[in-house]
Protein backbone atom coordinates (compact mmCIF):
# COMPACT_ATOMS: atom_id res chain seq x y z
CA UNK A 1 0.00 0.00 0.00
CA UNK A 2 0.83 3.56 -0.83
CA UNK A 3 1.56 5.65 2.16
CA UNK A 4 -0.57 8.70 2.68
CA UNK A 5 -0.76 11.73 4.26
CA UNK A 6 -3.07 9.99 7.77
CA UNK A 7 -0.28 7.22 8.43
CA UNK A 8 1.30 10.46 9.20
CA UNK A 9 -1.40 12.25 11.41
CA UNK A 10 0.00 13.68 14.68
CA UNK A 11 -3.08 13.66 16.10
CA UNK A 12 -6.61 11.95 16.12
CA UNK A 13 -9.58 13.68 14.15
CA UNK A 14 -11.97 16.01 15.65
CA UNK A 15 -15.92 16.16 15.22
CA UNK A 16 -16.73 20.17 15.43
CA UNK A 17 -20.01 19.84 14.18
CA UNK A 18 -22.16 17.25 11.91
CA UNK A 19 -19.68 17.54 9.06
CA UNK A 20 -17.18 19.81 10.04
CA UNK A 21 -14.09 17.87 10.83
CA UNK A 22 -10.55 18.51 11.71
CA UNK A 23 -7.67 16.93 11.04
CA UNK A 24 -5.16 18.85 13.35
CA UNK A 25 -1.52 19.27 11.96
CA UNK A 26 -2.52 17.18 8.48
CA UNK A 27 -0.75 19.56 6.71
CA UNK A 28 2.58 20.27 8.19
CA UNK A 29 3.67 17.68 5.73
CA UNK A 30 3.55 21.22 3.25
CA UNK A 31 6.02 22.90 5.77
CA UNK A 32 8.98 23.34 3.85
CA UNK A 33 7.22 24.37 0.27
CA UNK A 34 4.83 26.71 1.62
CA UNK A 35 6.95 29.80 1.65
CA UNK A 36 7.83 29.45 -1.92
CA UNK A 37 4.91 27.98 -3.26
CA UNK A 38 3.38 31.36 -1.50
CA UNK A 39 5.73 33.29 -3.13
CA UNK A 40 5.17 32.16 -6.94
CA UNK A 41 1.65 32.66 -6.72
CA UNK A 42 1.52 36.32 -5.09
CA UNK A 43 4.73 36.92 -7.50
CA UNK A 44 1.84 36.10 -10.46
CA UNK A 45 -1.67 37.53 -8.70
CA UNK A 46 -0.80 39.74 -5.20
CA UNK A 47 -2.39 40.18 -2.42
CA UNK A 48 -4.95 43.00 -2.32
CA UNK A 49 -7.73 43.90 0.00
CA UNK A 50 -10.93 43.75 -2.08
CA UNK A 51 -13.40 45.74 -1.90
CA UNK A 52 -17.08 44.38 -0.60
CA UNK A 53 -20.16 45.72 -2.47
CA UNK A 54 -20.99 47.61 0.15
CA UNK A 55 -18.07 49.57 -0.40
CA UNK A 56 -16.24 48.63 2.68
CA UNK A 57 -12.04 47.65 2.19
CA UNK A 58 -11.23 44.17 3.38
CA UNK A 59 -8.72 43.66 6.26
CA UNK A 60 -8.53 40.47 4.91
CA UNK A 61 -6.06 40.23 1.74
CA UNK A 62 -6.59 37.75 -0.28
CA UNK A 63 -5.74 36.06 -3.65
CA UNK A 64 -6.28 32.71 -5.32
CA UNK A 65 -5.15 29.62 -7.43
CA UNK A 66 -6.64 27.68 -9.58
CA UNK A 67 -9.42 27.29 -12.40
CA UNK A 68 -11.20 29.74 -10.42
CA UNK A 69 -10.95 32.87 -7.86
CA UNK A 70 -13.20 34.54 -5.45
CA UNK A 71 -13.60 38.20 -5.95
CA UNK A 72 -15.62 40.88 -4.67
CA UNK A 73 -16.11 44.73 -5.73
CA UNK A 74 -18.78 47.13 -5.97
CA UNK A 75 -20.97 45.02 -8.37
CA UNK A 76 -20.66 42.09 -6.09
CA UNK A 77 -19.43 38.82 -5.67
CA UNK A 78 -18.18 36.35 -7.67
CA UNK A 79 -15.67 33.30 -8.91
CA UNK A 80 -13.62 34.50 -12.30
CA UNK A 81 -11.43 32.27 -14.37
CA UNK A 82 -9.51 35.63 -14.84
CA UNK A 83 -7.95 37.64 -12.07
CA UNK A 84 -8.95 41.27 -12.42
CA UNK A 85 -5.87 42.96 -11.04
CA UNK A 86 -3.75 41.22 -13.59
CA UNK A 87 -6.11 40.26 -16.66
CA UNK A 88 -4.34 37.07 -16.35
CA UNK A 89 -5.89 33.17 -15.65
CA UNK A 90 -5.17 32.67 -11.89
CA UNK A 91 -1.72 30.63 -11.20
CA UNK A 92 -2.10 27.02 -11.13
CA UNK A 93 -2.91 25.01 -7.86
CA UNK A 94 0.32 23.40 -6.69
CA UNK A 95 -0.12 19.79 -7.13
CA UNK A 96 0.98 19.32 -3.02
CA UNK A 97 -1.74 21.52 -2.42
CA UNK A 98 -4.63 19.24 -4.57
CA UNK A 99 -2.65 16.50 -2.77
CA UNK A 100 -3.77 17.71 1.08
CA UNK A 101 -6.72 19.02 0.02
CA UNK A 102 -8.17 15.87 -1.90
CA UNK A 103 -6.37 13.51 1.10
CA UNK A 104 -7.77 15.73 3.62
CA UNK A 105 -11.55 15.26 1.80
CA UNK A 106 -10.84 11.37 1.50
CA UNK A 107 -9.93 11.47 4.99
CA UNK A 108 -13.74 12.77 5.76
CA UNK A 109 -15.79 11.16 3.75
CA UNK A 110 -15.68 12.45 0.28
CA UNK A 111 -13.93 10.63 -1.88
CA UNK A 112 -15.55 12.43 -5.40
CA UNK A 113 -14.14 15.75 -4.31
CA UNK A 114 -12.06 17.92 -7.05
CA UNK A 115 -11.56 21.53 -6.20
CA UNK A 116 -11.18 23.67 -9.09
CA UNK A 117 -10.72 26.77 -7.22
CA UNK A 118 -8.34 27.56 -4.30
CA UNK A 119 -8.69 31.14 -2.02
CA UNK A 120 -5.91 32.07 -0.18
CA UNK A 121 -6.51 35.01 2.72
CA UNK A 122 -3.50 36.84 4.29
CA UNK A 123 -4.26 37.94 7.58
CA UNK A 124 -1.99 40.75 9.53
CA UNK A 125 -2.30 41.68 13.24
CA UNK A 126 -5.93 43.88 13.39
CA UNK A 127 -7.14 41.63 10.44
CA UNK A 128 -10.99 40.07 10.92
CA UNK A 129 -13.11 38.27 9.02
CA UNK A 130 -17.36 39.25 9.77
CA UNK A 131 -19.65 36.48 10.18
CA UNK A 132 -20.66 35.18 6.76
CA UNK A 133 -21.97 32.00 4.99
CA UNK A 134 -19.76 30.51 1.70
CA UNK A 135 -22.96 30.28 -0.82
CA UNK A 136 -21.44 31.86 -3.96
CA UNK A 137 -20.45 28.08 -5.09
CA UNK A 138 -22.68 26.11 -7.63
CA UNK A 139 -23.49 23.15 -5.00
CA UNK A 140 -23.46 22.59 -1.59
CA UNK A 141 -22.93 18.74 -1.73
CA UNK A 142 -19.39 19.20 -2.26
CA UNK A 143 -17.38 20.47 1.36
CA UNK A 144 -14.88 23.08 1.17
CA UNK A 145 -11.66 21.94 2.84
CA UNK A 146 -9.53 24.64 4.70
CA UNK A 147 -5.94 24.70 5.38
CA UNK A 148 -4.53 27.47 8.27
CA UNK A 149 -0.90 28.10 8.35
CA UNK A 150 0.88 30.97 10.30
CA UNK A 151 -0.39 32.82 13.34
CA UNK A 152 -3.07 30.89 14.98
CA UNK A 153 -6.32 32.63 14.74
CA UNK A 154 -9.37 32.62 16.42
CA UNK A 155 -12.38 31.13 14.77
CA UNK A 156 -16.22 31.82 15.09
CA UNK A 157 -18.60 28.75 14.30
CA UNK A 158 -22.17 29.59 14.63
CA UNK A 159 -25.53 28.12 13.07
CA UNK A 160 -27.58 28.05 10.15
CA UNK A 161 -28.78 31.52 10.70
CA UNK A 162 -26.84 34.60 11.55
CA UNK A 163 -28.10 35.44 15.09
CA UNK A 164 -27.85 31.57 15.90
CA UNK A 165 -24.59 31.05 19.12
CA UNK A 166 -21.11 30.78 17.97
CA UNK A 167 -18.17 28.60 19.33
CA UNK A 168 -14.94 29.78 19.04
CA UNK A 169 -12.13 27.39 18.21
CA UNK A 170 -8.43 27.76 18.06
CA UNK A 171 -6.69 27.23 14.40
CA UNK A 172 -2.95 26.84 14.20
CA UNK A 173 -0.37 26.01 11.96
CA UNK A 174 -1.22 23.18 9.95
CA UNK A 175 -4.68 22.65 10.41
CA UNK A 176 -6.92 21.55 8.28
CA UNK A 177 -11.06 21.26 8.35
CA UNK A 178 -13.71 20.04 6.33
CA UNK A 179 -16.76 22.21 6.12
CA UNK A 180 -19.37 19.66 4.36
CA UNK A 181 -22.87 18.11 4.41
CA UNK A 182 -24.88 20.23 7.39
CA UNK A 183 -21.89 22.09 8.56
CA UNK A 184 -21.51 23.60 4.72
CA UNK A 185 -23.78 26.66 5.20
CA UNK A 186 -22.92 27.84 8.43
CA UNK A 187 -21.98 31.22 9.19
CA UNK A 188 -18.35 31.52 10.41
CA UNK A 189 -16.01 34.00 10.70
CA UNK A 190 -12.21 34.93 12.33
CA UNK A 191 -11.58 36.88 14.98
CA UNK A 192 -8.69 40.04 14.90
CA UNK A 193 -5.90 38.38 14.68
CA UNK A 194 -3.08 38.76 18.03
CA UNK A 195 0.48 40.35 17.08
CA UNK A 196 2.58 37.44 17.39
CA UNK A 197 5.45 35.93 15.44
CA UNK A 198 5.32 32.45 13.39
CA UNK A 199 8.36 30.44 12.81
CA UNK A 200 7.37 29.74 9.19
CA UNK A 201 5.51 32.47 8.02
CA UNK A 202 6.19 35.54 10.80
CA UNK A 203 4.23 38.01 11.81
CA UNK A 204 0.83 36.82 9.72
CA UNK A 205 -1.60 34.17 9.28
CA UNK A 206 -2.79 32.38 5.55
CA UNK A 207 -5.45 30.27 5.16
CA UNK A 208 -6.36 28.26 2.06
CA UNK A 209 -9.78 27.53 1.15
CA UNK A 210 -10.37 24.96 -1.80
CA UNK A 211 -13.19 24.55 -3.20
CA UNK A 212 -15.17 23.10 -6.33
CA UNK A 213 -17.14 25.82 -7.93
CA UNK A 214 -18.44 24.58 -11.35
C1 LIG B 1 -17.46 26.70 7.53
N1 LIG B 1 -12.06 31.72 5.66
O1 LIG B 1 -12.42 32.07 3.03
S1 LIG B 1 -11.54 28.97 7.21
C2 LIG B 1 -13.45 31.96 3.72
O2 LIG B 1 -9.81 31.42 8.26
C3 LIG B 1 -13.31 31.82 5.18
O3 LIG B 1 -9.73 32.57 6.44
C4 LIG B 1 -11.80 31.68 7.07
O4 LIG B 1 -14.28 31.79 5.86
C5 LIG B 1 -10.34 31.88 7.27
O5 LIG B 1 -14.60 31.96 3.25
C6 LIG B 1 -12.29 30.46 7.70
C7 LIG B 1 -12.75 27.88 7.83
C8 LIG B 1 -13.99 27.75 7.00
C9 LIG B 1 -13.98 27.93 5.64
C10 LIG B 1 -15.13 27.72 4.90
C11 LIG B 1 -16.30 27.31 5.53
C12 LIG B 1 -15.14 27.36 7.62
C13 LIG B 1 -16.30 27.13 6.91
C14 LIG B 1 -17.49 27.07 4.81
C15 LIG B 1 -18.60 26.63 5.45
C16 LIG B 1 -18.61 26.46 6.81
FE1 LIG C 1 -16.02 31.50 4.59
Avoid at 42 to 54: E, V
Avoid at 59 to 84: I, L
Avoid at 177 to 189: A, C, N, Q, T
Wanted: charged share 20%.
Amino acid sequence: MQETFFDHLPKEPVTLSEGAILLPGMALNLDANIPSLLNLIQAASPFRNMITPGGHTMSVAMTNCGKFGWVTDKTGYRYDPVDPLTNQPWPAMPASFLEIAIGAAVAAGYPEFQPDACLINRYLPGSKLSLHQDRNEADFTHPIVSVSLGLPASFLFGGLKRKDAVKKYTLEHGDVVVWGGPSRLRFHGVNTLKMGEHPVLGEQRINLTFRKVV
